[in-house]
C-alpha cells in the first residue's frame, strides 16, 4: 500500500540526487512515509548519517532536518553542498533548530530540566508503535519513531508503544550520559505505573515500573492533553503513527 505523499516525496528524491553525486556524495533511500523520507548519506564508502525530508502536501513545499546519527556539522555541510541552505531556515521541528513557541490559545509549558521528551504509542491496523522527541535546551536532539515487535504489545494495542516509548527516550539519556529528564506524556498510567499510584497488574507494566525503578535516571513527569495544539506531542503521535506503519 503506497504512503499518502510517496509520489511527492520520490520526486523530491530524483530531483536531489544528481545534487548529491555531484557533491561527490553517495544517497540511497532509507526509509519512506506518508510525509517523511529519510535518505542515507555516504562520502567514499563511509556513512554520514541520514538526511530526513518533511514534505507539507498543503504547502506544497519540504524542509530538511537530521537524524540523530547524523552530526549537526555534516548536515549544515550537506545541505550546503545541495544549495539548499535556505530551508535550514523554514523547519520548526529540525534537529538543532529552537522550538516556537505554542499557539497563542495553548498553555505555556515550562521546563525545569535541560533535556525534556514527549512520547506517545498507537496502534493501527493491528501492529503497534511509539513515538518520542528529545529536547536540549530547546532544541530537538532526537526523534524516535519504531515499530512494536511483541505479542504483549500487540494484546495491549497502544499502550505498548506509551511503554515503550518512555523506555527508549530513557536508554537514549544512558547513553548520552542524561542523569534527568521531563517527559511529557498524554497517557496518564504512563506516570502511575512508574510512580506506583496504579497498581501494574501484567507482566509488561510490572517489567516496567521495574525498568523506572531501576534505570538511574531522575524523571520529573509532566501531563499534556492530547490533540490540543501542542505541537511537540502532535509530532510524537505522528512518530508514533509512522513507526506502527513500519512494514504494513
Sequence with gaps: MPYICENELISIYNS???????????PE????????????????DRALGKLIIDYSPKKQSYNFRRDSDLSEEQFTRIIELLGQSDKLKEKSGSVGKTIKKQKSNVPEITVSTSYYAYV??????????????????GKIAAELSVKVDSEEAFASRQVG????????????????????????????????????????????????????????????????????????????????KNGARSNL
Excluded at 16 to 26: C, M, R
Excluded at 187 to 212: H, L, S, V
Design 16 to 26: 536531489l540526487e544528481s545534487k548529491f553525486i555531484n557533491a561527490g556524495l553517495e
Design 29 to 44: 533511500i532509507a526509509l519512506i512515509r506518508d510525509y517523511m523520507l529519510k535518505i542515507k548519506v555516504s562520502e567514499n
Design 120 to 137: 506517545d504509542g498507537s496502534f493501527i491496523e493491528g501492529s503497534t508503535g511509539y513515538g518520542a522527541v528529545i529536547l536540549k535546551e
Design 161 to 240: 508503544g506509551e511503554i515503550r516509548a518512555v523506555i527508549e527516550v530513557l536508554e537514549w539519556c544512558k547513553k548520552e550520559k542524561v542523569k534527568e529528564i521531563t517527559i511529557f506524556y498524554d497517557f496518564q498510567n504512563i506516570e502511575k505505573w512508574a510512580t506506583g499510584e496504579f497498581r501494574t497488574n501484567t507482566p509488561m507494566t510490572q517489567a516496567y515500573k521495574d525498568y523506572i525503578d531501576n534505570c538511574g535516571i531522575s524523571i520529573i513527569w509532566q501531563k499534556v492533553d492530547s490533540h490540543t495544539g501542542v505541537e511537540l506531542n502532535d509530532r510524537a503521535d505522528e512518530l508514533a
